[in-house]
């Protein structure tokens, strides 16, 4: 079992926001949406605790992916997927 890990800060925070774009578009670029959806929304989650001066670090190309492009397609006035049950 992971011991639990600190909160990341600074550098460190960026470059794991960073990844996890990174990660998110690989899912994107492989068709695989629900990957995406959830690495984006840990990401996300992610980005927003950044402040000013840590979000210009990020490489404009991902910052425009993760808020617009991607909002296009996962944003909250798209249908939600589907669960994967037996049809009736």
């Known amino acids: 079992m992971a011991k639990p890990e600190k909160p ?9 926001v960073c990844r996890r ?3 998110a578009r ?3 670029d492989a068709h695989n949406n629900a990957a995406c959806r959830g690495e984006r929304e840990r ?10 001066e840590q979000k210009d670090k990020i490489p404009q190309q991902l910052r ?14 798209r249908t939600p997927p589907k669960s994967k049950g037996k049809a009736k």
């Open 8 to 16: 990341l800060t600074g550098e460190a925070l960026v470059k794991e």
């Open 21 to 23: 774009i990174r990660v």
């Open 26 to 28: 690989s899912y994107w």
């Open 43 to 52: 990401a996300l989650a992610l980005y927003n605790t950044l402040t000013k």
């Open 64 to 77: 425009v992916w993760l808020r617009y492009r991607s909002e296009k397609y996962f944003g909250a006035h």
